[in-house]
Structure formats: structure tokens, C-alpha cells
């Protein structure tokens, strides 16, 4: 049995998906056709369960994973690690099927078990904070969205700095293994607080480019791209085209300038350069206008439908609401700008 669990682990490994779906599934028929009930059985069950939740099938995945869970408890102990890293995955597949109380009662069990096997301020929390902090997001996230209201993210905040805390105090403030409590701390902040999301993207630059290595590199890229992503957000267009020509740069290197991915990375630039440029011509003509004349309040119309075109609704709803405010009442491109705001907040909402 172990042997036949390895070829499969091995087929993952290999990049071979859908051929350790194969054997673990046949393997999985055999144990239960033989009612074999041991660790060994667990470990199968445990293996094909992550597999599936790699292949994006968590409801088959959360059958395996619960028999793996009830032996591993048999037969190792209800605080084992082996039960605890089950519990793990089964708390991941919680959260992808949007089974959220399910996620948090398990993170509650894990973390239990984690406080009696280690104690307070232990790397292993880390990482049950970590899921915990996810899970209320991507609730808060769904209930905001709902509710079409700003989310309350400060537990999940909360949670991640505590992780954070315990990693500097164990391996220093600019080690790689900071970097996806960081990288989950951009993400969260992105709701709330742009300017934090972007510090926070920029340390994990930091900690990549002191890594060095061809593997940091690509993770240099990452990095730049999720800046990229953030200054979009903040509508610094000049930003965000300066992250783009790093990637741009980086690529090259690692791939070459005739490789798909560099191809890539230019055709996306070529795509917002026109926005950018129209952009940049539109906010220096802004001078050239008294602010609040019927002139002003045009160019700031056509600058709000610039940002829109190029995606950056926030931005340009932004200056559709400082045009609106400033605006001769009742001129036509008063009644202009209000429909481009309500035009914006349909495109926001729907988003």
C-alpha cells in the first residue's frame, strides 16, 4: 500500500495530475474493498483528499479528507500532527466551497491541539493564524459584497500581525518566510487601506531582492506585478507603468525577448500606453483652465472617462465627484458628469 501511495505521490510530483488521480482512486477502491482501516490507510485517504483540492474538486476532496481525519484521530491521537494536518487541509476545502463557520470550528480544533503540542508564540500557529485570517476575509469579503457596504476587516488584520510578530522574532524582519503572512497582509489591506497594501508589497520586494537567486527572481516579478496592481488601484498610472517596464525587464532576463512570456508583458504595456498617454496630456491641460469654469469641468470629464477606459474606475469616479462639487449648477456638463457617476457606480457595483 505504501508503495502504490508513493507512485502516486510521485505522479503529482511530476506534474502528472489526472495519473495520481488514477492511482490513488484505485488504491482508495482496493482499501475499501479489503475494509482496511490503519495509519497507512489514512495517509491514502489524506493524500488523494489534497490532490483533489489541488484539482479544484473540493466536495469529493472533503469525503477523503474526513475519513483520513477520523482514522488519523484513531489511530494517532486527536492532537497528533498527522490529525492536525488533516484538519488543515479539511479547513482549505471549507473555505473554498464558501463553508466558512465549517473553516473556523476546524481552525479552532487545529489550534488547540497546536497550543498543547507547542505552547504560545510557535511557528506552527503561524500558520493556523494565517487560515483563520483568510477565512474571515474572504467571509467579510462575501458579506460586503452582499451588503454592498465596506467590509470590517481589523480581526483578519489582527490575526496576521500576530503571525508576522512571531516570524520577526524568530528569523529577523527580512526573511523569506515572512513572505506569505506579507503577501496575505497586501491582499487584506486592499480593501481597506490602500497605502498600507502598497508598503506592504514593497517590503516583500525588499525581502525577494535580498534573496538573490534565479527562484527570486520570479518572485521579483510577482512582486512588481502585485505593485503594478496596487498603484492601478491607487490611480498612479505613472507607477503602475514604471512596475510594468520592471517586469517587462525581468522577464527578459529570465525568459528572453523572443519567449511568449516577454511577448506577453509588451502587449500589455502597448495596451495601457494609449490611456497613459491621453491621461498625462489631459491632466497637464487641466492648467490651463480656471478651476470651477464650464472648460475645467470638461477637461475634468473627459480625465474621469480616461481613468474609466483604462479600468481605473476608482480613480475616475474620484474626479468625476471633485468635478461634480466644483461645477456650474444645471450647465450641461454638470448633468454629463452626474451620469458618468452613475455610470461608474453601476460598473463598481456589478464589479
Not at 488521480?21 to 490507510?41: C, F, G, H, M, N
Not at 512588481?224 to 507603468?241: C, T
Not at 496630456?281 to 474621469?304: F, R, V, Y
Request: proline share 3%; hydrophobic share 40%.
Amino acid at each position: 500500500i505504501r508503495c502504490q501511495g508513493q507512485v502516486a505521490v510521485f505522479k503529482a510530483e511530476l506534474g502528472d495530475l489526472e495519473g495520481s488521480k488514477i492511482a490513488y482512486r484505485d488504491l482508495v477502491q482496493d482499501l475499501e474493498s479489503k475494509r482496511k482501516e490503519d495509519p497507512t490507510a489514512a495517509e491514502v485517504y489524506a493524500g488523494y483528499g489534497n490532490l483533489l483540492l489541488q484539482l479544484q474538486q473540493p466536495e469529493e476532496a472533503q469525503k477523503q479528507l474526513l475519513i483520513a481525519q477520523q482514522l488519523m484521530v484513531r489511530y494517532r491521537g486527536p492532537h497528533s500532527d498527522s490529525a492536525t494536518k488533516v484538519r488543515g487541509s479539511l479547513a482549505a476545502c471549507y473555505v473554498s466551497q464558501g463553508k466558512f463557520a465549517d473553516a473556523l470550528a476546524m481552525y479552532e480544533k487545529i489550534q488547540k491541539s497546536k497550543l498543547k503540542l507547542y505552547g504560545d508564540d510557535h511557528p506552527e500557529l503561524v500558520v493556523v493564524y494565517n487560515g483563520v485570517a483568510s477565512a474571515l476575509f474572504r467571509q467579510e469579503q462575501n458579506r460586503a459584497r452582499e451588503m454592498k457596504k465596506p467590509g470590517n476587516f481589523k480581526r483578519s488584520i489582527q490575526l496576521l500581525k500576530s503571525s508576522l510578530t512571531i516570524m520577526e522574532k524568530l528569523h529577523g524582519p527580512e526573511h523569506m518566510l515572512l513572505l506569505p503572512t506579507i503577501n496575505k497582509l497586501v491582499i487584506v489591506y486592499s480593501e481597506t487601506d490602500m497605502k498600507q497594501s502598497r508598503h506592504y508589497a514593497e517590503r516583500c520586494l525588499k525581502i525577494i531582492k535580498k534573496g538573490g537567486g534565479k527562484a527570486s527572481k520570479m518572485q521579483e516579478k510577482s512582486a512588481h506585478l502585485v505593485l503594478a496592481k496596487v498603484a492601478i488601484k491607487m490611480g498612479d498610472l505613472k507607477e503602475h507603468m514604471a512596475q510594468m517596464q520592471n517586469v517587462c525587464c525581468i522577464t527578459a532576463k529570465l525568459f528572453g525577448t523572443k519567449s511568449r512570456e516577454y511577448k506577453k508583458v509588451k502587449e500589455k504595456i502597448a495596451v495601457m500606453e494609449g490611456p497613459f498617454e491621453e491621461i498625462m496630456n489631459l491632466e497637464k491641460g487641466l492648467t490651463d483652465a480656471p478651476e470651477g469654469s464650464e472648460i475645467w469641468s470638461q477637461k475634468m470629464h473627459d480625465l474621469a472617462m480616461a481613468y474609466c477606459e483604462a479600468d481605473m474606475f476608482h480613480k475616475g469616479l474620484e474626479i468625476a465627484t471633485r468635478a461634480k462639487e466644483r461645477s456650474p449648477l444645471g450647465s450641461d456638463v454638470a448633468l454629463d458628469i452626474d451620469g458618468l457617476i452613475e455610470h461608474i457606480n453601476a460598473e463598481l457595483d456589478e464589479r
